[in-house]
């Protein structure tokens, strides 16, 4: 003010500190705006991977390595015949005709095995391939199954074959 005598020293230390409470506050302001911004930027993500996950046109079971499903996409609840509740939890070894080795332990590196699937009375045939999945930092004990029903595609190479051999007569 003017015509005043200046701020003494205990003055200056109360507007320094009230000074540094409010920056201090500012800074808390954008840390939390910016950590809002990242909370919905990792929800959109989420939720992009999981309309991603549902609507591929591959069947996709996330299973852990001993190959107990803990989920399942729309397509695989259409080709097992059941519902994603009533897969989570069951063992791979239930639903497709795995090696006896692979009951405890699923291979992280399968690629287009031919496998029997276990799903009604007709003789159904799939392709079973699996990867590693890092189901938390460090920890890479996840897998990825993709399951495909050949079923027809072998039903029509049988049918071919037939044709071309009585051709052949």
Same mark, same amino acid.
């Given at each position: ?27 808390? !302001? ?6 809002? +911004?990242?909370?919905?930027?990792? &929800?959109?993500?989420? =939720? ?6 549902? !609507?591929?046109?591959?069947? *996709?079971?996330? /299973? %852990?390595? @001993?190959?107990?499903?803990? &989920?399942?996409?729309? +397509?695989? @609840?259409?080709?097992?015949? &059941? ?6 939890? @069951?063992?791979? /070894? ?14 992280? =590196? *399968?690629?287009? *095995?031919?496998? +029997? ?7 159904? !045939? ?12 460090? &920890?890479? =004990?996840? +897998?990825?199954?993709?399951?495909? %029903? ?17 051709? !052949?007569?």
């Amino acid at each position: 003010r003017h015509g005043e005598l200046p701020l003494g020293h205990g003055e200056r230390r109360l507007v320094a500190a009230l000074a540094a409470q409010a920056a201090l506050a500012l800074e808390n !302001s954008l840390l939390l705006a910016n950590l809002r +911004r990242q909370v919905e930027e990792h &929800r959109l993500l989420e =939720d992009y991977l999981e309309r991603g996950f549902q !609507s591929s046109a591959a069947a *996709l079971l996330i /299973c %852990d390595a @001993t190959g107990r499903v803990l &989920r399942a996409n729309a +397509r695989a @609840t259409t080709l097992l015949q &059941r519902p994603a509740a009533e897969l989570v939890g @069951t063992p791979l /070894c239930e639903l497709v005709e795995l090696r006896p080795e692979w009951h405890s332990f699923l291979p992280p =590196d *399968l690629a287009g *095995l031919q496998v +029997r699937l276990l799903v009604d009375e007709r003789e159904r !045939s799939g392709l079973l391939s699996t990867s590693v999945l890092e189901v938390a930092p460090g &920890r890479f =004990d996840g +897998r990825v199954v993709a399951l495909d %029903d050949i079923s027809d595609q072998l039903a029509l190479e049988q049918r071919l074959a037939n044709q071309e051999r009585l051709a !052949s007569l």
